[in-house]
Structures are given as C-alpha cells and as structure tokens.
C-alpha cells in the first residue's frame, strides 16, 4: 500500500525566507503525488500535483515540488515565504481510484 | 458557490447518542469520500462511493458506522451509539472519478462527544 513520511511535524521560518517541507514516499512509485494545503478553519485545498508528466511541478501561490525518484522524495519548497502561507501541509499518493492516503502533516508558521 | 457541502458544521452529543452527517457533494462528481481527521494528524480514509455504490470501507470504520449514497447524489454518515473517541473533524470530498487523483473538499463536520 502507497505511505508516505513527513519529516517534521512543524516547520518555522522568518518571513521571506525558504520553505522546505519534506515528503518521502514509499518504494513503490505512486501514479500521482499530492500537495495540500490546509488554512485554518477551511478545508484542505489542492496545492499542486505530480503525474509523471514533469519531476518539477509548480503549484498555486509559489509553490512548487520536484519528483525525485532516486530519493523517493517530493519535498515541497517556496523561494520566499509569506505571512498568508501559516497553515497545515499534506503530503499524499493517490492510484487510480483517486483515494488520497495522508501523511501526519507538517504545520507552517511564519514569523514576521 | 457549487463547492462540497457539509452539514451540520458542529455537532455536540452525549456519548451513547446517535449522530448523522451530510454531503452534498459538487454535482457532477461521481466518486465521493469520507475522511475523519483527528488533532494534529492526517485526515484517515473512511469509505469512498462511486454513485450510489459503496466500493470501499476502511478497517476504521466500524460497526457503529454506516454511510450511503442512495441516489448517487448526497452522502450521509451516521455513528451510532456515539463515544468519546469519535470526536473528530469528518471530512467529505468529491472527484470526477477520472482518475486525475484530484480531491476536492468540503469544510468538514466537527464533533463532540461529551
């Protein structure tokens, strides 16, 4: 069954500067990856998604993912961070009945 | 707005009471999905329907937990005889059902067993 692993479980920066938010997947290579975001009090939102057409992947709001299968990774980063980008990230395969399987989360806080 | 609906968006119930929630989820969409997520985790599959079929239930779902989709539209999720440990947020999501793997996801139903 597809798993993955989220390295830290929060993740602080100083606004403007890098996110790195870290996902390995299990071995076996997932048809699709996912990236969600959740804002507080909202529901979980599509960050962006790997389907084998492209390792690096841009999503909405700056974000952007690379595909590395030597590394089973698909860490998500953004070059300079933002007030607005404070919530809960997922990580997430999927196969082909759409059925997403979560990581534990890691929860972005950015300080001014 | 034509998103993914959920309703009630609390609930508070004594342990012992039975509970139902509802999805309605965005109109097109075949396949819809329930999770329930709890503090500080990720949300956890619970059982997904293409229309009106039910075509998976998780080992989380146990009997005191039923969920259909009658005519292929809304979804209700009932738990009956309601614990302490259900407290949880239950989340609906929809998709084409295209397999593009894309979820979309209602505000969810948060709830309180005293």
């Known amino acids: 069954a597809q798993s993955v692993t989220q390295l830290g479980s929060h993740v602080s920066v100083s606004e403007g500067a890098l996110v790195l938010l870290r996902c390995n997947y299990s071995?076996?290579?997932?048809?699709?990856l996912f990236w969600y975001v959740q804002y507080p009090n909202q529901g979980l939102q599509l960050l962006l998604k790997y389907t084998s057409a492209a390792t690096l992947v841009k999503g909405i709001n700056g974000f952007e993912a690379e595909f590395k299968k030597s590394e089973t990774s698909f860490h998500l980063t953004k070059p300079s961070a933002h007030m607005s980008d404070a919530a809960e990230y997922f990580c997430a395969p999927a196969g082909n009945t759409d059925k997403l399987i979560f990581g534990t989360g890691t929860r972005l806080q950015v300080f001014p | 707005d034509t998103g993914v609906s959920q309703n009630p968006r609390h609930k508070i119930t004594k342990r012992g009471q039975n509970v139902t929630f509802r999805c309605d989820p965005i109109?097109?969409?075949?396949?819809l999905y329930w999770y329930r997520q709890t503090l500080g985790q990720g949300p956890e599959f619970l059982t997904y329907?293409?229309?009106?079929?039910?075509?998976?239930k998780s080992r989380l779902l146990s009997d005191r937990f039923s969920a259909e989709r009658p005519k292929g539209s809304f979804s209700t999720l009932e738990i009956q005889r309601t614990e302490q440990g259900d407290s949880a947020m239950y989340l609906c999501?929809?998709?084409?059902?295209?397999?593009?793997?894309?979820?979309?996801f209602g505000e969810g139903s948060r709830l309180t067993v005293l």
């Open positions: 329907f293409q229309n009106e079929a039910q075509l998976e």
């Open positions: 999501a929809s998709s084409f059902g295209r397999s593009t793997g894309e979820l979309f």
């Open positions: 071995s076996s290579v997932p048809p699709y």
């Open positions: 109109s097109e969409h075949n396949r």
